[in-house]
């Protein structure tokens, strides 16, 4: 592994661990035994190695929703399977959930970055619920404004359960991706047509 690389892969595992605020360049360099200079020949500034991190992190998101949108006929488990791989990518990012106002008063280009990704999403999340109309998995009578709203409740959980569960639930990684998935998908449940619904009791709530 190359030394930037090493330097992002350290990085990572300390903010994780001791969040963004508190975790500095000289703290990285330390816990990879090697000097400050070497770490700033590679990133000048903290800024330069989460702006990185954030890209990584959009970019395994980018493919994972792409996989989504790929699958023909899409089910229920496809859409658990989405949530699942998602929440997983998450927790190994999740000091950018914990620390995300900070980060974005403090890096404004990843501000309009998640804007920018909040409206594609967006778009992306409406044509998959599309979909599952289409394909009889969701009723059609739902109003507009419910499936307008549907979107806007899959982003508060997606970007704020890593909190929640730091402050609320303490459960443990693989504990807490299933429990929130599970939660996630409880938001469909009323909006599926009757089948799909004992279908969903049969394979998700125990």
Known sequence: MKTKEKILSKA??????RGYNTTTTRHIAAELNI???????????SEDIIKILFSALTFKMNDQMKKMKETGHKTL?????FTFSTFEIFYAYRFIFMNFVDILKKIPEIESHYEAINA???????????????NNIMRDDIPDFIMDSLTAQVFLIADNWITHNRLISKLTEKEA????????????YPLLTTEQQDIYRQKYIQ
């Open 12 to 17: 990572l595992e300390l903010f994780n661990e």
């Open 35 to 45: 000097s400050a200079g070497n770490l700033h020949y590679h990133f000048k500034h």
């Open 77 to 81: 488990d496809n859409l658990y399977q």
């Open 120 to 134: 594609s999403r967006k778009e992306e999340f409406q044509e998959i619920f599309s979909s599952f109309q289409k």
């Open 177 to 188: 991706i299933q429990h929130y998935t599970l939660l996630q998908m409880n938001l469909f």
